[in-house]
């Protein structure tokens, strides 16, 4: 029921209670007009707004509400008529009272289009105004009179809606306008970071193959020169130019780190992971160094799975491990898990100097660091804890700091737990694979550098290997061998033609059986397409550029040792 048909019920209810009617015809067959302009009216407006009609047509709808404006306005103009009785002013102001209320608001609403104005006020003034002037009482003189005088009031109303209509039409383009202007800003804001994303990625990965180089020549170097027993000058140079190149590492690390974050959060993909897995790859990374220092780097076991994004969760921990094992001089690292309802708290203890608890936030912030205001680059750069923070921050990970000065510091992250995956899924965990029977490795990349002093570094080591320029030669060399199981391959990701190091596995795996043991290597920054192909296919990924020391951890245990 309308609004207009409530307010017909409630003029003929005030009717019968203060002048009585001869026969309830006439307010019955009033209140059934009204009715029926009211649902007229309602059902052409839901059908307008159910099949927004093309700018062509809205000049005919106009028309049409128009006309079924007026159609309500001649149903309420029957009020005076047909609820009017001889010899009584009550019957003559109320339904007056009513009408010039509902004319009043209708002409609010129509003031937006003219003839819909038109047609209300013509329409609901023009009878019961000719009407009552012929009847012979001077109240239904005077009604005539005062409905006629009340249409410059209904104009007046309906110019206010009318100018509050354009208003609000203006204020609604002007947003639109703004809206579609934000739009474009964010639109251009995001392909710049994304073109600022492809730049670094492709000038991380050209720039990481000779840096890459350049670390295992000096790392073959210095071995051989300590073997040699060479002049002590000479072997001393050396060992600088194998500091030079690890610090232009750390550099280059972290400020291609920095630059990758937000494309890595905007492509990030939270999946069930058991923490335990991503505790092992962290601590894998943060052992040799641990090792140099003698700490004791304890890993806690747990069965706890948590819904994350694997690669980011184990950069969040790596970052933190190390930044643990570079201030803690002596003592012990923890790496462990607790839950707690639907979440689970990650805690990395250290038994360091401690941070001051003024520094607290300072810590989160680029190149701050509170014992090296001089910028040694041999203590970091300060950006470990600002890529941990940018990546809770940008993944809803509370991430919190406490900390005894003299005592060691504990970081805790907060992440959702996930129910635990079926084992087909566990299956599909990025995991080392198990000790094989061989020490003869095949390398697979198209720069010329890192195959010619990764076979050098890897011979020094006492494993003999075979460096091939593509896919079709290493899977030649496979087919040659007489058990191509017993062999590891060692891929670079980014490889000359349309193969990429996961497709260049992929084949030769589906030739030779999944039994190849296998280790991606990568210079990409943004690499979340290549962490799910690498854990899809259950392989170890390595990022360049890659610590001998690390590689070595890596290989050891997927080689048989006897043969070296």
């Known amino acids: 029921m309308g609004s207009s048909t409530l307010g017909a019920v409630l003029i003929i209810g005030l009717c019968v209670l203060f002048v009585g009617v001869d026969s309830g015809q006439r307010p019955l067959l009033w209140l059934s007009a009204v009715a029926a302009s009211d649902a007229f009216l309602t059902t052409l407006d839901r059908l307008f707004h159910s099949r927004n009609p093309p700018d062509a047509e809205l000049l005919g709808w106009g028309w049409a509400r128009a006309i079924a404006s007026g159609a309500r306005g001649a149903a309420w103009g029957l009020g005076p008529i047909l609820l009017y009785k001889q010899a009584t002013i009550a019957s003559v102001m109320i339904p007056f009272w009513g009408l010039i209320s509902l004319l009043a608001a209708s002409a609010y609403t129509a003031g937006p289009f003219f003839p819909s104005l038109v047609a209300t006020v013509v329409c609901g003034v023009a009878p019961p105004s000719i009407w009552l002037a012929l009847e012979p009482e001077p109240s239904a003189h005077l009604a005539a009179l005062l409905l006629a005088l009340s249409v410059p009031f209904i104009c007046f109303v309906g110019a206010v809606g009318r100018r509050n209509s354009e208003r609000s039409i203006a204020g609604q383009l002007e947003l639109a306008a703004i809206l579609d202007l934000q739009k474009q800003q964010t639109k251009l804001v995001s392909d710049t970071l994304a073109e600022r994303t492809r730049f670094f990625t492709a000038a991380g990965h050209d720039l990481r193959q000779p840096l890459q180089a350049l670390e295992f020549y000096a790392s073959i170097a210095a071995t051989k020169l300590r073997d040699a027993r060479a002049d002590p000058e000479l072997t001393q140079i050396v060992d600088r130019v194998e500091d030079c190149v690890d610090n232009l590492n750390r550099q280059f690390n972290a400020i291609l780190g920095v630059a990758g974050i937000e494309a890595a959060i905007a492509n990030s993909k939270s999946v069930a992971t058991p923490l335990q897995v991503a505790f092992e790859r962290s601590a894998m990374a943060a ?278």
């Not at 940008?394 to 510091?409: A, E, I, M, N, Y």
């Open 287 to 564: 052992y040799p160094e641990a090792e140099l220092k003698n700490l004791r780097l304890t890993v806690m076991p747990t069965a706890i799975w948590v819904n994350v994004d694997p690669a980011l969760l184990q950069r969040v921990l790596s970052n933190l491990l190390s930044n643990a094992v570079k201030f803690t001089p002596r003592g012990r690292i923890l790496l462990g898990a607790r839950r707690r309802g639907a979440v689970a708290d990650i805690w990395v203890l250290d038994t360091g100097p401690g941070i001051p608890e003024a520094h607290h936030d300072d810590i989160f912030k680029e190149y701050y660091q509170i014992h090296n205001k001089e910028r040694a680059p041999e203590h970091g750069f300060g950006l470990g804890l600002a890529i941990v923070r940018r990546i809770c921050s940008g993944l809803h990970w509370p991430l919190q700091v406490r900390s005894t000065v003299g005592r060691g510091s504990s970081f805790r992250l907060t992440v959702a737990v996930a129910a635990a995956a079926s084992a087909a899924d566990e299956g599909n965990e990025v995991r080392f694979a198990s000790p094989g029977q061989t020490s003869h490795i095949i390398i697979v990349d198209d720069d010329d550098f890192i195959r010619d002093s990764l076979e050098r570094l890897l011979r020094s080591w006492g494993w003999s290997a075979t460096s091939c320029r593509s896919a079709e030669q290493a899977i030649g060399y496979l087919r040659a061998s007489d058990d191509p199981c017993s062999l590891i391959v060692l891929v670079d990701y980014r490889l000359a033609g349309q193969d990429d190091g996961l497709a260049v596995i992929d084949r030769i795996r589906a030739e030779f059986g999944a039994a190849i043991k296998a280790v991606l290597m990568t210079g990409d920054i943004d690499s979340t397409v290549l962490s799910d192909g690498a854990k899809d296919l259950a392989i170890p990924v390595l990022r360049k550029p890659i610590k001998p020391i690390r590689l070595r951890a890596l290989l050891t245990p997927m080689a048989d040792t006897r043969d070296a």
